[in-house]
């Protein structure tokens, strides 16, 4: 793993394991805020942010972590590193954009539960990249999850005006929009240029 | 005053049932959807999951409850996770010691239940304010709707993904396995039929002439 290229490893995090549509990470803002374009896109790059964040200080965790052995409290750590994190982007996002702040709501909390996050952390550990690739790494998750978020919003847009029986309104629908998008997604698993 | 505060403390079956069914975390309130996505390509590894999930449901539920006169409430959540996250990292190291296997298997998302939305929405909706039985009544029922959930996607999904159930083989032999089931989008896929089944039971059981007269409308 410590060969792969930067290019690969974004663009393999970015499509073809795509956090959201491959490994169904972070499907709770990606059902619940794609409603609308403005806001997914918002939220797309404010979870982007914590991701590079976390990504940054789980990387320095974990080799204090294994400089003091004490290896197993690695989750309690980095969720302790994500929740501060999120909390740091809250209050500055309260102070520069008042109404973005006010257009996440509930949201923006909810990023510390958001497994991608989390799940970056782990798997950047997993997979034992050093500083650049785990750079790399989180900002192929987070253009993933903003691509998904987006393109989900913008096709919910678009069914707004169209006529739907009313059993399959909500969330049947969108789920059954993301397989579709997903079943796209699948078609770069072929992709490969190492 | 007494007939209400008795009303509170009280057991109901309500609070048992509300998790299984009227308030089914996965189907109703579409909470914790990444794991039931993830793992429910097999029955075994769903069931592992909703197993596991409802372990640390239950062990955090009894804990906040009774830590709840003592944990300050501006850092109640960063509290809870911490809460949650110990029991996860125990529940982590069990399913390694029983099943290496398995462990491999349901891979990453053992650990992630740490940010399950369902045990830090319960913690912070039901054992922050509801004594110690009560609260761990509420989360045997959560959990068991959990499983249930995951049992309902990952056996539709063995079963045509793979013609097994459990791993025996119940199809018939020239059985075309459709393999986009146990894929990614097979997960979306069988959740969303599964949702625009409830919604149509739902919508049976409304009066007739109503629906009748919405279609007619739209």
Redesign the interface.
Same mark, same amino acid.
């Given at each position: 793993m410590q060969s792969d290229p930067l290019s690969f490893i974004f663009l393999n995090a970015f499509l073809m394991n795509n956090f959201v #549509?491959?490994?169904?990470?972070? +499907?709770?803002p990606f059902?619940g805020v794609s409603g609308k374009l403005q806001t997914a896109w918002s939220m797309g790059l404010a979870t982007t942010l914590v991701m590079l964040v976390s990504s940054i200080c789980a990387y320095f965790i974990n080799l204090l972590l294994i400089g003091f052995d004490i290896e197993?409290l690695r989750? !309690?750590s980095y +969720?302790?590193v994500i929740?501060s994190a999120v909390q740091l982007i809250e209050m500055s996002m309260k102070k520069l954009s008042p109404s973005l702040f006010r257009a996440l709501g509930i949201f923006l909390?909810?990023i510390?539960?958001?497994?991608a !996050?989390?799940?970056l952390a782990?798997?950047q550990t997993?997979k034992e990249y050093n500083f650049m690739q785990s750079l790399a790494y989180s900002l192929g998750a987070g253009a993933g999850f903003i691509l998904a978020i987006v393109l989900m919003a913008g096709l919910r847009e678009k069914l707004e005006l169209a006529?739907v029986p009313? +059993?399959?309104q909500?969330?049947? #629908? $969108?789920? =059954?929009l993301?397989?579709?998008l $997903?079943?796209t997604f =699948?078609g770069f698993a072929g992709l490969d240029f190492k | 005053m007494t007939s209400t505060q008795k009303s509170e403390t009280e057991i109901t079956a309500d609070t048992f049932l509300a998790g299984i069914w009227r308030e089914n975390p996965v189907f109703v309130m579409?909470?914790g959807?990444?794991?039931v996505?993830?793992v429910s390509n097999s029955v075994i590894n769903a069931v592992a999951m909703g197993i596991a999930t409802t372990f640390v449901l239950l062990c955090s539920s009894a804990l906040v409850s009774l830590l709840r006169p003592f944990i300050p409430k501006e850092v109640r959540?960063?509290a809870y996770?911490?809460i949650i996250?110990?029991f996860?990292?125990i529940t982590?190291?069990i399913i390694q010691a029983i099943s290496l296997e398995l462990y491999n298997a349901l891979g990453?998302f053992i650990?992630?239940i740490?940010?399950?939305?369902i045990i830090?929405g319960r913690a912070e909706a039901y054992a922050s304010k509801n004594p110690l039985f009560k609260s761990l009544i509420n989360a045997l029922g959560m959990g068991i709707g959990f499983t249930l959930a995951l049992l309902c996607l990952g056996s539709v999904r063995e079963l045509l993904g793979n013609g097994t159930l459990l791993g025996f083989s119940v199809m018939a032999a020239d059985f075309q396995p459709w393999v986009?089931m146990i894929?990614?989008?097979?997960?979306?896929?069988v959740?969303?039929?599964w949702?625009?089944l409830f919604?149509?039971l739902k919508?049976r059981k409304q009066s007739p002439q109503i629906?009748t007269a919405?279609?007619q409308q739209?």
């Open positions: #549509l491959a490994l169904f990470l972070g +499907i709770c059902l197993f989750l !309690i +969720i302790a929740a909390p909810l510390t539960t958001n497994c !996050i989390l799940g782990l798997f997993a006529n009313t +059993i399959a909500g969330a049947a #629908l $969108s789920l =059954m993301a397989g579709l $997903s079943l =699948m | 579409l909470l959807m990444c794991p996505l993830a959540i960063a996770i911490v996250a110990t996860v990292t982590d190291y990453a650990q992630l740490v940010v399950n939305c830090l986009i894929l990614p989008p097979g997960g979306f896929f959740l969303g039929a949702l625009l919604n149509w919508e629906t919405l279609s739209a």
